[in-house]
């Protein structure tokens, strides 16, 4: 099975960047598409950004040109790099795993405050 470690959230100004890095162990060769989600208080979880095996990506809307993932040839290790950062980007940020079967893994958050 997949274990996923998330790092690098922090305390930013408005403007900022701040790069999050998401460490996979385990059963790795299993994994189609790797994703950060975030959740802010009193709201739902929300996709972030996705990336396929194949290296194709998926952003919302409203990180578009700002946020940009990526991902090592290995799939050990999922990136998402959060430039031109927004308070209304505060959120506890989530790594996630997607096998073959669809099934989910989660890492166990990491927050990101963007002070205005």
């Known amino acids: 099975q997949v274990q996923l470690v998330e790092s690098g959230g922090g305390l930013v100004q408005a403007g900022g960047s701040l790069r999050l890095s998401c460490s996979a162990s385990?059963?790795?060769?299993?994994?189609?598409?790797l994703g950060w989600f975030r959740q802010a208080p009193g709201k739902q979880r929300e996709l972030v950004a996705t990336?396929?095996?194949?290296?194709?990506?998926n952003y919302a809307d409203s990180v578009k040109g700002r946020f940009t993932i990526s991902r090592d040839g290995a799939k050990n290790t999922v990136y998402l790099q959060m430039n031109i950062l927004k308070p209304e980007d505060t959120a506890v940020y989530y790594c996630?795993?997607?096998?073959?079967?669809?099934?989910?893994?989660w890492g166990q958050g990491t927050l990101v405050t963007v002070s205005s």
């Open positions: 996630n795993a997607r096998n073959l079967y669809l099934k989910d893994v």
């Open positions: 385990g059963s790795i060769f299993s994994i189609n598409v």
């Open positions: 990336i396929t095996s194949g290296k194709i990506t």
